[in-house]
């Protein structure tokens, strides 16, 4: 055991070691020593104000007026892109600008475009109206060419005089009309022209035939193009044109000024994200004494201490400030948050293990094991090596596009698998490795590595389809034997292959979460859990499953004929019985009736000890003193042996019997559950297999079968697209699935607390970039 | 080829494996030490799962039957 206190620590194994530190800093630098604590990224503040409302703190203004700058920041990105400008990306050699500056360039900026814009809508309701006009003109001039042509020129002052908006009519100028005596009125006509909403003419014209008693003419023309009289058409054509000039004048000014903030706009949406951070934060800090320094808490990882120093000593510098920041480590009551540090590859699998809970400060990190066993168990699940090289190629297209599609903003199931491409990777070649073994190839099999071992018994294979081929040869070297695809008998033995091959896997992975619980008990030091919690543990589960998996062992090695069903379940209903035929060692029957009373012996050693002797450790330490401080009578046992803290606090026998007699039956009861649950990797792996025949011989084989192009090109793209669709991603995603059950339930169920909270260092780079 | 010499074979691959990992990517003490268990851990799943299949078929309790057809 003292080989394993030799080695070096590993990478990922344990979280980081933490620190909590307190800085004191002088009020003139503290914005920049923020600041540039959130550019390195590795001090998380604890905020020690935060049963104040965000109204009480200290630097509520700053705070909202970032707010007003982060708006117009969103009101000029809106404006941008209504004016479908692209963002111009070319780097600005700007000099830095102060915060103040900022603020009222903003606000310039935004009177500005402000008043442009109402400008130009003022401008385009004018373009509007006059645009109307002309359509008026051009349509009435048509309907009045057919009247008395002398009378056109008092005609067309009429229409000038007159237009109608929509349901709003102007009739001074008739009135004018009618004051009027003379010719005008030979016609015996008025009449008024206007443009009018299509979905109102009709109940306009009722309207007017009820109001003139019927003694009307109504007529109207939808609004298009129309040849008409040339001397008022322009005037207004003229004016048209004129507006049109402003409106274009006008449009291109604003685009200018939308250019010329575009091309900062980044950089000052950046720079106002950034201080509102670090307000924020500096809002965490409370005031000391004298009032001339903030006083803030943290946690840090111990590597990080002496950058976080040479950060604060560039601070006071660059501040000009008299004093230095303090900065030094003090006891916490909490446990520390936990980090790891994890580079592209870990990363995804330390997110999935994070899904499940975070890891308590220093315990194993599953991870560790992770990385490896999870793409096997997909493997084993997902094994054919056609799939494995579609899969493969999946994930290189996304490796090698890795930094253009890290930049880009990505749909959300992209952006799952962008995340997860080192995941698919490792398990698209574990899937064509399980696909070799397997031996199926879009389940067709290959004789890749060798003859088969199976061939006729006699020359004329009279009987191949009664009682089959035998064995003449050395096992075929590597997988299964492609003799067994299409027969009668492939199933059944395939079944018993994968089954036991299942529980084969189970019972090793189990091991390795108990052995990891050992481990994790010898670094917190405490010899109770190992004792009294890991060894009945170790002795139960192997003396059951472990002979299990040494009876398929052996089965396998000597060929024979015991039915393991049988011999596991009398193992319990009648031990001392006679084994007979199914007998595979020498003095089973002891053997067994020694394993089972193991087992029986196993369950009161992993329930009673340990909280009995937890009991007695607590009243030798709190001995004789029976006024004890009143504390919460919960207690976290496993990490109170660890810690070096006193805590008077009340014992609850009944409570830590109670946790431990739950800890104990899921362990008894989990057992078999567990070592039950292995076998979905036989079954998916049997329904993947399943489904890749259907769809080879019943699809692509009967298509191939018929003559004609067009029915096989049918058949290869039915072929292909429920190759893709339902194999590649529904099977992908369920094996994915039941993969990460494995780990989580039966794996990490082991041993595996999860009951830490991670580190969330204040940082620049993992600041929320704003929503589009 | 014989159980041995393949399990001696899927050896000398986790021994080669370790060797490039350490050549390839030498990240001081504690890297490397995961880097060794990543391949470890890979060699036994791999060695487990041909093992376990070779095992199967070295006695066969059932021999193919051709289907009709």
């Keep these: 055991m003292e080989f394993f206190d030799n080695l070096p620590a590993m990478d990922l194994m344990r979280s980081e070691k933490m620190t909590f530190v307190q800085l004191i800093i002088p009020f003139e630098s503290a914005h920049r020593a923020i600041s540039y604590l959130g ?9 020690l104000n935060d049963d104040k409302s965000p109204f009480q703190r200290t630097f509520v203004n700053q705070v909202k007026r970032c707010g007003e700058m982060s708006r117009k920041l969103r009101f000029f990105k809106d404006q941008i892109n209504k004016a479908s400008l692209l963002p111009l990306t070319h780097p600005t050699l700007q000099p830095d600008i102060d915060l103040e500056e900022l603020e009222t360039q903003l606000a310039e900026h935004e009177t500005e475009l402000v008043e442009m814009n109402a400008n130009g809508e003022k401008l385009r309701q004018t373009y509007n109206e006059l645009l109307e006009f002309k359509m008026v003109l051009q349509k009435a001039g048509g309907f009045l060419v057919s009247a008395q042509s002398h009378k056109v020129t008092e005609d067309r002052e009429l229409e000038e005089n007159l237009y109608l908006n929509n349901d709003y009519i102007e009739r001074a100028s008739l009135l004018e009309q009618e004051m009027q005596p003379g010719p005008s009125n030979q016609a015996g006509l008025r009449f008024i022209s206007g443009i009018i909403c299509k979905s109102k003419i009709l109940r306009f014209e009722r309207m007017l035939f009820r109001a003139t008693r019927g003694n009307m003419f109504f007529n109207q023309a939808p609004a298009e193009e129309y040849v008409m009289d040339p001397v008022l058409a322009e005037k207004v054509l003229s004016r048209l044109s004129e507006l049109e000039a402003t409106l274009d004048a006008g449009i291109r000014h604003r685009n200018t000024a939308l250019n010329s903030i575009g091309s ?15 307000y ?19 946690w840090c990882p111990i590597f ?26 003090m006891d916490a009551v909490e446990s520390p948050p936990t ?107 290959f004789h890749i590595f060798g003859l088969s071992a199976y061939k006729c018994r006699d020359s004329t294979c009279s009987d191949a389809r009664t009682t089959g081929l035998i064995k003449y040869r050395d096992t075929y070297p590597f997988g299964v034997d492609p003799s067994w695809r299409g027969n009668r008998s492939e199933l059944p033995f395939l079944n018993s292959l994968k089954m036991k091959m299942s529980i084969l896997f189970g019972v090793a992975q189990m091991n390795l979460g108990i052995i990891l619980s050992y481990f994790n008990a010898r670094f917190f030091a405490s010899s109770l859990d190992i004792r009294y919690q890991f060894v009945p543990q170790m002795i139960f589960f192997n003396s059951l499953f472990g002979y299990l998996a040494l009876l398929i062992l052996i089965k396998w090695c000597t060929g024979s004929q015991a039915d393991l069903y049988h011999v596991m379940i009398y193992m319990f209903l009648s031990p001392t019985d006679d084994i007979g035929d199914n007998q595979l060692l020498w003095a089973q029957r002891p053997l067994q009736i020694l394993l089972l009373l193991l087992a029986i012996v196993a369950v009161p050693w992993m329930l009673f000890p340990k909280p009995l002797i937890l009991r007695k450790i607590h009243i030798e330490r709190f001995q004789g003193r029976t006024y004890g401080l009143l504390g919460t009578s919960e207690m976290d046992l496993d990490s109170e042996l660890g810690s070096a803290r006193q805590r008077h606090e009340e014992f609850n026998f009944s409570e830590v019997l109670v946790h431990q007699m739950i800890h104990a039956i899921e362990f008894v009861l989990g057992a078999v559950s567990n070592t039950a649950s292995y076998l979905r990797l036989w079954a998916l792996s049997l329904a993947h297999s399943e489904l890749s025949t259907v769809f080879y011989e019943k699809v692509l084989l009967l298509a191939w079968g018929f003559d004609n192009i067009l029915i096989r090109l049918a058949g290869l793209a039915v072929f292909a697209f429920a190759t893709a669709f339902i194999l590649l991603m529904m099977e992908t995603l369920s094996a994915f699935l039941h993969a990460l059950r494995l780990h989580w339930v039966e794996f990490m169920g082991k041993f595996y607390f999860a009951d830490g909270y991670k580190f969330r260092p204040f940082s620049f780079a993992s600041l929320p970039e704003e929503d589009d | 080829m014989g159980f041995l010499i393949t399990s001696l074979i899927f050896i000398v691959a986790g021994v080669i494996g370790a060797l490039l990992a350490r050549i390839c990517c030498n990240r001081g003490p504690s890297g490397n030490l995961f880097h060794l268990t990543l391949v470890i851990t890979t060699t036994v799943c791999c060695w487990m799962m041909w093992a376990i299949v070779y095992l199967a078929q070295m006695n066969p309790l059932i021999v193919p039957i051709l289907s009709e057809g």
């Design chain 1, 39 to 47: 550019e390195l990224g590795l001090l998380q503040f604890r905020d």
């Design chain 1, 264 to 278: 900062h706009l980044k950089k000052w949406t950046d720079m106002v994200r950034k201080e509102k951070a670090v």
């Design chain 1, 280 to 298: 924020d934060t500096l809002n965490m800090l409370n005031f000391d004494v004298t009032k001339k320094c903030l006083v803030g808490e943290g």
């Design chain 1, 304 to 329: 990080a201490k002496p950058q976080i120093q040479e950060v604060l000593q560039r601070a006071t510098f660059d501040s000009n400030s008299q004093v230095g920041i303090i900065f030094h480590v």
């Design chain 1, 339 to 445: 980090y790891f540090r994890t580079n592209k590859f870990t990363h995804a699998f330390q997110e999935i293990v994070d899904a499940y809970g975070v890891a308590r400060y220093q315990e194993a990190n599953p991870v560790v094991y992770t990385v490896i066993t999870y793409p096997f168990l997909f493997a084993v699940m997902f094994g054919d090596w056609g799939h494995g090289i579609c899969l493969l190629l999946g994930a290189l297209i996304l490796i090698a596009r890795e930094r253009r599609l890290g930049s880009q903003k990505l749909g959300s199931f992209m952006e799952l698998a962008f995340g997860g491409r080192y995941v698919i990777l490792l398990m698209a070649v574990f899937s064509i490795y399980c696909g070799l073994i397997y031996n199926e190839f879009f389940s067709v099999p």
